[in-house]
């Protein structure tokens, strides 16, 4: 039996210490007991029967049988000795914790817009006192954190060896966790929520008229990036709304039928209750917002401020006039569509976070092909919350109005085939490992996922990756903090169950347009390594094996980081000026023009100063080699993809294809003869030559670029102070998806 201390393992644990910490704790509360043998007998039958479930005992399970067993031979005072005794232990540990030791002797290798990146979405208030400025984390201080909640909330138990590798290749932006786990490891907000705080990827199908849209509207608030199903074969299972009219009004007293609780469950509820008026009960009520706080409030735990209750108010008058104008009739696939938009409208108002979105509809599907056609100019702008894909076989069954929105007229959708993502994992293997539960996939399409189910990510910056042994450590120390993180509670008992059945991870790739050949031809065994390393680890802790593994996300906030290419897309450029936004307020503009770099207020459309967001603009570029955009075809990108889903990826690999006019009917034909087979997801953005000012990316030549360089003083430490937490913005390589 292998019993685990915190940041230590004990290979043989001695049963005479808890025996020894017992007698203390009588002796302290001067207590005698009679019965000494019989209760330490229990203990010691209790902890075997631990052993028979896992290998691997967390030390404080145990110390919690001793409690217990305190407890039920009423031994009250020795117990609450006990535990005085175990609190002053942890505290002792915690101390000499060796991770606070890992020498800071590694020098991150920033890219040109990393460190600002980082201090923006990740880096934490270190302290949460009540003075008015508090300082963020360095990127070591977050680093640390990642570590100790590793240790702490994750229950990894790193050998101290493994806590320096694992240091020195976080650090030194060989790999990284997800955003999200960089972000709330180590914070209260994991410890009160459970996994759901560190997923970056969620699904489910709309065949409830309750359940579905509560679960989306819930994980969107927690920051996790939502997809859902409105095909025909799950929206016509919803029933017919009731045929009687149906009236939910604000009445802001407190003899309102409902008053809200400030809080994530009070809204849910809210909505709940208004599904229920419409789909059943036929019954209308008040509701009462007295008790959420006003607009511009701080909100703790994730951060940012309170939205208030109007966004709430408008957001579910909007819903309530789809619902009402099909009384006594079932929603169709668009209705679905409008409501879940805009219940991401309510959430993005909260300004804490985006929501990433995409739908699944069927490929002839003509409404709902045509719900982003913007040029008809009747679109509701809640439909921007959403990126819009098609389920699909044969490419040839795609209907006209398919290929409409890829004109430039309205927006291309992109393709899901669902029948190869149940079918296979990597297209190398065949149906060696089959996932026959997937229904969707989430915002970015890279991860396939079961109704209900979540999913979490990681990443490894190839082109930074020194050797194939390297790559194979820093794909085991992610491998485990991702597959850890997947046995933490859930507060979707659903969704938990699936979670722990599944084990579903995302490891992830950046940089592979601007890898050598060497470290792409690594993928293909490193993928077999994982996959056989997955098997032991998961024996040998009792857990159930992962069912997939390994994508390709677009990577967007965390490649910026090293300054690599993002995913698989080829470099937009090979020099450019970056765009980036950032509130007038923020503290990190003042250090940006300290250091050279050129900052001015947003423009609006009608060419005045939006004066609350500076734009600051950083000269880049990416290492000769790279491949540049202009120098790939649509069809030279769905080879990466093509070839990426055949040796590495088992979920799927997200790329944006870039494409021209001209090259649609070779596009057409690609897919006719490649999709069925060997693409399980791709999405579609045309070749746009703005011309709009303050654009996000600007193309310049060498010479201008070093011009620039000698105006500035790249940015790679600063102190920061902020009044409250840090903007919780993100962004992928399209620029939609997701939540860090």
Known sequence: MK???????????????????????????????????????????????????????????????????????????????????????????????YISKIPDDVVTPWGMLGYITYKR?????????????????EFRDSILRVLNACQKQLKINFTNNELKNAYKYLMSLKCSVAGRFLWQLGTDTVNKIGTMSLQNCAFVNIDEPIKPFTWIFDVLMLGT????????????????????????TRKDTKDADFIVPDSREGWVSLLEKMLEAYFYKGKSFTYSTVLIRTAG??????????????????????????????????????????????????????????????????????????????????????????????????TNDLPDEFWEGYMGTSEPYGLVNLKLSREIGRIKDGDKYPDPDVKGYNPCCEISLNNFETCCLSEIYLSNVSSYEELKDIATIVYRICKHSLRLNCHHIDTQNIIHKNSRIGIGITGYMQATEEQKSWLEPLYEYIREYDNEYSEKNNIPKSIKLTTVKPSGTLSL??????????????????????ASSNPLIELCKRNGYKTEYQKNFDGTDDKNTMVVEFPCCYPQGSKLAKDMTAIDQLEVVKKLQTVWSDNSVSCTIYYRLHEINEIKKWLADNFRYNVKTCSFLLHNDHGFVQAPF????????????TKVTPITSGKILYEEQPDMSGECASGVCPIR
Request: contains cysteine; charged residues 30%.
């Open 3 to 97: 019993i685990t201390r915190r940041d230590q393992t004990i290979t043989e644990y001695d049963v005479s210490k808890i025996e020894n910490a017992i007698k203390l704790a009588f002796d302290n509360s001067n207590t005698t007991c009679n019965n000494f043998e019989e209760l330490l007998t229990n203990i010691k039958k209790e902890v075997s029967s631990l052993s028979e479930s896992s290998n691997i005992i967390d030390i404080e399970k145990i110390q919690s049988i001793v409690e217990n067993n305190l407890m039920k031979y009423q031994y009250f005072d020795t117990a609450r000795h006990y535990i005085d005794y175990r609190k002053t232990k942890d505290k002792k540990r915690d101390n000499s914790s």
């Open 121 to 137: 979405t990740y880096a934490r208030i270190k302290n949460n006192s009540d003075e008015d400025y508090s300082e963020t984390e």
């Open 561 to 582: 980081l090293a300054g690599v290419t993002s995913g698989c897309h080829p470099a937009i450029y090979q020099y450019f000026i970056r765009r980036i936004r950032i």
């Open 297 to 394: 409030s701080k909100i703790k735990g994730f951060g940012g401020t309170a939205s208030g209750p109007e966004d709430l108010v408008k957001g579910l008058k909007n819903i309530q006039n789809v619902l009402q104008k099909r009384k006594g009739q079932k929603l169709t696939s668009v209705d679905c569509l409008d409501i879940i938009n805009i219940i991401a409208t309510i959430v993005v108002a909260g300004n804490v976070r985006r929501s990433a979105l995409v739908s699944l509809g069927d490929y002839d599907d003509v409404e709902y092909l045509r719900a982003k056609n913007w040029a008809s100019g009747n679109i509701p702008n809640w439909r921007c919350m959403s990126n819009n894909s098609v389920v699909c076989e044969n």
């Open 698 to 709: 600007e193309e310049i030549s060498k010479e201008k670029y070093e011009e620039l360089l």
């Open 225 to 248: 990036g939502v997809g859902f199903n409105i095909q025909r074969e799950n929206v016509n299972k919803l029933p017919p709304l009731v045929d009687v009219d149906v009236y939910v």
